[in-house]
Nanobody, 124 residues
């Protein structure tokens, strides 16, 4: 059974940083694409970042480029999202997800399992 567990969310002031982690179990982690999505109150879930199996290729939504960095440690079955220069509009629940089959890096419907989410709140 695939399980994803996020951690690292919290309350931070604008301009601050947070590092999210997501540990996967029940799956051969290194074989699959991983993604981070976020959902703000009253809004639909949106793509934030994704990383290919080896970690050599990364993908970002324009609004986080240059501020967020996705990475993975296949030996630890863990994907990270380093978030710098945080803005109030980054406030959301952040979810990690795993894509088991071919598909889009950017669309939530391409991902097969999701974590429970971790809250990130950025105060102004």
């Amino acid at each position: 059974q695939v399980q994803l567990v996020e951690s690292g969310g919290g309350l931070v002031q604008a301009g601050g940083s947070l590092r999210l982690s997501c540990v996967a179990s029940g799956v051969t982690f290194s074989r699959y694409v991983m993604g981070w999505f976020r959902q703000a109150p009253g809004k639909e879930r949106e793509f934030a970042a994704a990383i290919n199996r080896s970690g050599e290729s990364t993908y970002y939504v324009d609004s986080v480029k240059g501020r967020f960095t996705i990475s993975r440690d296949n030996a630890k079955n863990t994907v990270y999202l380093q978030m710098n220069s945080l803005k109030p509009e980054d406030t959301a629940v952040y979810y990690c997800a795993i894509r088991l089959y071919s598909g889009s890096y950017y669309q939530a419907s391409s991902y097969d399992y999701w974590g429970q989410g971790t809250q990130v709140t950025v105060s102004s």
